[in-house]
């Protein structure tokens, strides 16, 4: 059952509006083909994606590797200054969203930690499966590494980030390049990560079973369609919480207490830290899976996407 009253107010009260406007569409199933599922998901999630801080500048750059031009799009913040680079993988299960559905969010970040923003379209599953979306994620950050300038970026100085999946490929770029002949990165920001392939943790047992919106169903969906072979799900680079974790940049870790990925992402707080890599954590009481794309609604979004941005500030010494 599931218990309301632990939720923060404004998180149910903007879980209640997403809820009521889901309910004018057909439901979002996960199951094959992803048609007409994706489309309704994403036009959902554009709910969230108007708005946010103006921009100096947006402009849309393409990196061509695996065969194919992967999509990016560059925000720059009115801050007249040189500015480190935040690439950033959007969540979506490795399924759905796009840079589109997370463009409120990628502004966000470039206001509050006063970075530029590099959004990245990656490919999705099940079109593409594991580690498509991860090479590409890394050839980025090659590319921006060896000719930001053109782009007008800092290519020295960067970051990588992402929510959820996006979380777990920022660590898993990162894992990749740490052991590829970098480039180098100053920090690595990971909101709700997936870390690991299992479904058996207290916060899975807690939340799994539906009603807080991410669930042992559809997490289950998006592992299978990304890693379809069950012996790929123990790779370190699909499952950062198996991986050595020492050597990696400064790490910031933001959870949701009401999310089934909260314990893994907690496990991961702990292997970075005894793997002598610094980490700074908060878990946001009362917050679901994804909230961090409420920022127009929930305080307790705005107050970690600030908390994110003071600390690419003091990393990268701004």
Known sequence: MVDRSRWDPDMAAFTAEQEKAASAYPPVKVELPLEPHRRVNDLLGMRTAVGGPVMAETTDRWVHARGRRIYCRVFRPAIDRTLPTLIYFHGGGWVWANVDTHDRMTREYAAAGQVNVVSVDYGLSPEAKFPQA????????????????????????????????????????????????????????????????????????????????????????????YVPHDIDRLHPLAAPLRADLAGLPPVIVLLAELDVLRTEGEALVAKLRDAGVPVETETFAGTLHGFLRATGSVQKARDAVAMAGRWMQRIAGV
């Open 134 to 225: 991860l090479e590409e994620c890394a050839a980025v950050v090659r590319h921006v590494a060896e000719h930001g300038a053109d782009w007008g970026l800092d290519q020295r100085r960067l970051f990588v980030g992402g929510d959820s999946a996006g979380g777990n490929l920022a660590l898993a770029t990162a894992l990749l390049l740490r052991d590829t002949g970098g480039p180098a990165l100053m920090g690595i920001l990971a909101n709700y990560p997936v870390c690991d392939a299992r479904f058996d943790t207290e916060s899975y047992r807690e939340f799994g079973a539906g009603g807080y919106g991410l669930n042992t169903e559809r997490m289950a969906f998006y592992w299978q369609v």
